[in-house]
């Protein structure tokens, strides 16, 4: 939230007092404009293309990062999915015998009773 409003106030900072025809040139390109004054605005674009350029280098960072934080969370589904497909392989080995279904039901009515006293005790 705080480099929302950091990213708010600079982008405020880099377009103050541009405002429609806010940098100026005479008509008749006569010598009225002093030098010093086009040093000065130059040294302002130069200090807002600065901040531009520490604007993008902090997003594309922040990129990467999202990047890498998905990159990991993509591989851990994939071994999760792997896993998940192994357990399912061993339920359906259990189920197509009939001395494993009685040990289904054996394992389920003592993980249902352990669920009922941990609720009774809770």
């Known amino acids: 939230m705080n480099s929302r409003r950091d990213y708010r ?12 025809g806010g940098i100026r040139a005479s008509s008749s390109y006569s010598h009225e404009i002093d030098e010093h004054d086009n040093e000065r605005a130059l040294e302002g674009l130069q200090d807002r293309v600065n901040l531009l350029k520490r604007l ?3 997003i594309n960072e922040e990129v990467d990062t999202h990047n890498r ?25 259990v189920f197509e015998t009939k001395s494993s279904r009685r040990m289904f039901t054996l394992v389920a009515s003592f993980v249902v009773i352990f669920l009922i006293v941990y609720y009774l005790t809770r």
């Open 9 to 20: 106030n600079s982008k405020v900072a880099l377009f103050d007092g541009i405002e429609e």
């Open 56 to 58: 993008s280098g902090d």
């Open 69 to 93: 934080m998905l990159e990991r969370m993509g591989n851990d589904m994939d071994a999760s999915r792997g896993v998940l497909s192994g357990t399912m392989d061993k339920f359906k080995m």
